[in-house]
């Protein structure tokens, strides 16, 4: 997974440095910086702050995610750098990940346009951010319980998010006035983008589409 999320990246015309959080052999074996990892996703990005030194606009994405394409890098970060806020971040909706991949269990968040799952790639794009890993890492525990999540951003935003009174980027920009910032979501028209590895069920899912992509290619 980490090698085809590395190839991806190699790929993108956007992409320069490329830092790993992991174990250091995994420098020799992909061939890109490493990092220590720090015990969560959070505390690694956090690490990673603490070496990277001014490297701003940054790209973040994880290893769990093998259908993640040189394609997918390069939209995302277009779509970023046309009008770049505080921080970007993928999102699905159901209608595009449920239409391809029916048995697929993501985790959606309700909004008034759509229910929309993470993508699991951001832009992290100015010091502000680092206000926010602070506050992601106080919220890991409840990363699968999106209630939880909602209701550390205040009352009425929670009872927003519960009769879908907003959009997915009315939203965001409410979210990110709490921490005095701008955000913004960015539509990923692939619905491969929303799957991520999580489970031996993902896994199963994902080796199946890896499989009929690369029949495909083989055919043309």
Request: charged residues 25%; aromatic residues 8%.
């Amino acid at each position: 997974m980490l090698r085809r999320v590395v190839d991806s990246l190699r790929g993108s015309s956007h992409v320069g440095r490329i830092v790993v959080c992991g174990p250091q052999h995994l420098e020799n074996w992909i061939g890109t910086e490493v990092i220590p990892a720090a015990g969560s996703p959070a505390k690694s990005v956090s690490r990673f702050f603490e070496v990277a030194g001014d490297a701003w606009p940054i790209l973040l994405t994880t290893a769990d995610h093998p259908l993640l394409t040189r394609e997918m890098v390069d939209y995302f970060c277009r779509e970023t750098l046309k009008d770049m806020t505080d921080i970007t971040v993928g999102m699905a909706s159901r209608t595009t990940t449920s239409k391809a991949y029916p048995a697929t269990r993501r985790t959606f968040f309700k909004f008034r346009d759509d229910q929309w799952c993470g993508c699991n790639i951001f832009g992290m794009n100015t010091p502000k951010v680092l206000d926010v890993v602070k506050f992601w890492a106080s919220c890991e525990n409840h990363r699968k319980q999106p209630m939880k999540v909602v209701r550390r951003f205040g009352l009425m935003n929670l009872l927003g998010v519960l009769m879908g009174r907003w959009s997915v980027h009315e939203a965001f920009q409410r979210g990110a006035s709490r921490f005095d910032m701008t955000a913004r979501p960015i539509s990923m028209p692939w619905a491969e983008a929303a799957i991520d590895v999580d489970t031996l069920e993902d896994l199963v899912l994902v080796d199946s589409i890896l499989a009929a992509q690369e029949t495909q290619a083989t055919a043309q």
